[in-house]
């Protein structure tokens, strides 16, 4: 079973499957520039709580972690201890290309569908 299926059939990230792909999306057909590996992200993404996946979407749909706390009823500097944690897990530096990967990523996998 390949990391794409795991996380597709894996009922933790269910609930966040649909809103990741809704409200995201690549202009200018140029997704194939950001993710060299696409592969190995998706071993990377499959390692996120549903917690951190939810945080990811938020972040690659443009809240900010004022926005995100909010909205999950904690502290932004539970949100950014949480994010860096993302960061480390999908071997990023920063918030920014979290969100761009992320992005490709769901763009492609609509692609794909």
């Avoid at 004022?66 to 920063?94: C, H, N, P």
Wanted: proline share 1%; with cysteine.
């Amino acid at each position: 079973m390949t990391a794409t299926e795991r996380l597709r059939t894996d009922p933790r990230h269910s609930r966040f499957q649909e809103s990741a792909l809704v409200g995201l999306e690549i202009r200018g057909g140029r997704s194939a520039v950001f993710l060299q590996d696409e592969l190995a992200f998706e071993c990377r993404l499959a390692t996120l709580s549903e917690s951190h996946l939810e945080i990811l979407i938020l972040t690659a749909q443009g809240h900010q972690n004022k926005q995100i706390a909010w909205l999950r009823g904690s502290s932004e500097w539970t949100i950014k201890a949480q994010q860096q944690e993302i960061l480390r897990r999908l071997g990023l530096r920063t918030r920014t290309q979290a969100a761009v990967q992320f992005a490709v990523y769901c763009e492609r996998s609509r692609e794909k569908a």
